[in-house]
């Protein structure tokens, strides 16, 4: 014989999970760790790849104790 559909007869004992937090990212670098800042070098569209100091590279924002 097949099992039933009706839900209220099926099994209670299924063990349902959540999903892990996700971390909130850096407001400053958006979770990347480092973002671009334009160079003052007379050229058009030079930009130099800086590590964030919001989230010290690590992409995740801090939290404030």
Known sequence: M???ID???RSADVVRT???PTPDPCAWCFG???Y???LDCGVEHV???V???GCAGTGR???AT
């Open 2 to 4: 097949a099992g039933s």
């Open 7 to 9: 839900p209220t007869l």
């Open 18 to 20: 959540e999903a892990p």
């Open 32 to 34: 990347a760790g480092k």
């Open 36 to 38: 671009l800042e334009a």
């Open 47 to 49: 930009y130099l790849p």
């Open 51 to 53: 590590v964030c100091e």
């Open 61 to 63: 924002r801090t939290s």
